[in-house]
């Protein structure tokens, strides 16, 4: 009785949170908002057709760069000496941290003319940086450089949960490493790819950050940046921006289905591995693999960030970075900032309460549809994951015209609650899959032997349920909390005017003309990400100990 009542109570929770903001992005893009009626008649229009093509073109590229980025280094970090460097690990999930739209201009910088690419490579091939990264090509490369870290963890996992018997196995048996390779490894890979693809198309569908600056200096528009400009850039249309956002919606919708064909026979093992595979690697192979991790945090770490210190610590952009025209004084403007310190401090508390409650809310969902048939657990079950399928900005919009109605009798919108709320949702996706990829290394028989010697129920949930799900758990918190600190959508256009939080403060300061003062916020702010996730690490490797 008491789990049914639960499950009913977390439908509701995801019924309000998840469901109802959607909805009212549909109904507004069929009906119209308030005094606007609707507006699907204007996605007919060939502007908006060609709209539509760049945001389904651009997200597929960052698909394709995006793997690039994150196979080579989930294999060598699940298969491979490599998997005991926890240096990389960090090093990876420093783009995970990057706000995006900081990412763009630190590349736009990089590679402007005049800039350090023409300083260090000569005007010939700092030209040629320039128009590659100035081109929708390196759009992609950008955005994929930003979120390759979701893509690497997704394939990493898969990697791993893969036991060595089975590929020993196929070895003796006689069969060739490409034919291990091809009926073997890829059945096994293919389900967990096509959920990082699909992770990585719809959140380059719903990118905020790169289109407004780099593809708005380039003219390339995509659903996302018309979105924008509909809810803030007068004549304000509401109306207009849901049926944009149902368009991204269908678009999420469309892509999630293809997800779940290509994952139709998905043949992970799904239990505890007792041995991961271990590929020895030669000398020459150990040569190549290096400089495949060298270049691809040089591409997605140490290039953006050399551009973004340069930036924030430059007097005069169109001079060389002598020690002359170097300086710290940025740091302490900022620092002097209160906006500036209460965006920093603000940011981090309510990523942190954000996470926690996404946390909870993943912990019930996990512990009331695992291993339940019911339909109420599959839709349970469905709606902790359908924030994934869905780009930000369309949950934006449906916050936004959800609770900013004058008919309701009380609501959250216009205080922080609503970040809170908004946040919960954008991390529960996540938090879900690391918790439910703990559990599903735990063992029934364990809980039976719990209920054999007499355990109660909280004494089960606090002494075994909870410590076999606490590396989930930290996994989850971590993430959900990374996604906060550097989120923009939700905290441009959900947050209460008079709050203050990092991304947005960042992009302010673009807005205005404060680069160095934006780029050293963004280093201080990535910084104390970066120890936070030292000491996760730490602590993570004390309790495996």
Known sequence: MAKRTGLYSILVVL????????VAVLASAFLGYREEPSALGTLAQPGMAGVIGHTLWLSFLVVVFAT??????AFLRSWTSWRNSRALEVAIMIPFMTPPFAAAMAWMDFTRRGGVAAMLLGDTLGKLAHDAIYSVGGMAFIMAAELFPFFYLVLRNCLTSIPASTLEMAQVAGVSRWQIFRRIITPMALGPYSLGALIVFIKAAGEFGTPVTLGNAIGYEVLVSSIYQDVTIDPLSFSQAAASSSVLFSIGVGAWALQQWAARRDITNGGRVARSVSVRLGSFARFLCGGWVALTIALSVVIPYISIALAAMTILRSAPPTPDNLTFDYFGIVLSMSSGREAMLRSLLLGAIGATVAVLVALAVTLLTTRRRRPVARIVDFLAVAPDTVPGIVLA?????????????????????????AFTVLFTPMAVQNIKTSATTVSPTIYEAAKVSGAKGHQTFFRITLPLLAPGIAAGWILAFFVGFRELVMSSLVRPNNINLLAPWIMSQFDQ????????????????????????TLWQQKERA
């Open 513 to 536: 003309g404060h680069r160095a003062e934006a780029m050293a916020m963004t280093l201080m702010g990535v910084g104390t990400s970066t120890i936070v996730l030292v000491l996760v």
């Open 397 to 421: 919009i449906g916050f936004i015209l959800l609770w900013n109605s004058p008919n309701l009798p009380w609501s959250p919108y216009g205080t922080q609650l609503i970040l809170v709320m």
């Open 15 to 22: 019924l309000v949170l998840v469901a109802a903001p959607l």
């Open 68 to 73: 690039l980025f994150a196979a080579p280094l």
